[in-house]
């Protein structure tokens, strides 16, 4: 990186900058906290805050929780109900 690389060659004081907008100011840590990866068991719970379900699905079938054929959608007949 040249910039970093000229910025500690040229001795700039950095300490008043806070970081990029999506941790701007976030110098305890609790913002990093609330990005940290949650284990399956925080996340399979009723009522979970959960939803990035890309991830969720990519962590299931990781974890062998969850088969690729059980998230293929079934076809049916057209003009069958759903549920039936």
Same mark, same amino acid.
């Given at each position: 990186?040249?910039?970093?690389?000229?910025?500690?060659?040229?001795?700039?004081?950095?300490?008043?900058?806070?970081?990029?907008?999506?941790? %701007?100011?976030?110098?305890?840590?609790? /913002?990093?906290?609330?990005?940290? !990866? +949650?284990?399956?068991?925080?996340?399979?719970?009723? #009522?979970?805050?959960?939803?990035?379900?890309?991830?969720?699905? %990519?962590?299931?079938?990781?974890?062998? /929780?969850?088969?690729?054929?059980? !998230? +293929?959608?079934?076809?049916?007949?057209?003009?069958? #109900?759903?549920?039936?």
């Amino acid at each position: 990186m040249v910039i970093k690389r000229a910025i500690r060659e040229l001795e700039f004081d950095t300490s008043h900058l806070l970081g990029q907008g999506y941790n %701007r100011g976030d110098v305890s840590g609790i /913002l990093r906290e609330n990005r940290r !990866t +949650r284990s399956l068991d925080e996340i399979l719970v009723k #009522a979970s805050i959960y939803h990035t379900t890309a991830h969720l699905k %990519r962590r299931l079938l990781a974890a062998q /929780l969850l088969t690729t054929a059980a !998230t +293929r959608a079934t076809p049916r007949p057209c003009g069958e #109900a759903s549920g039936s």
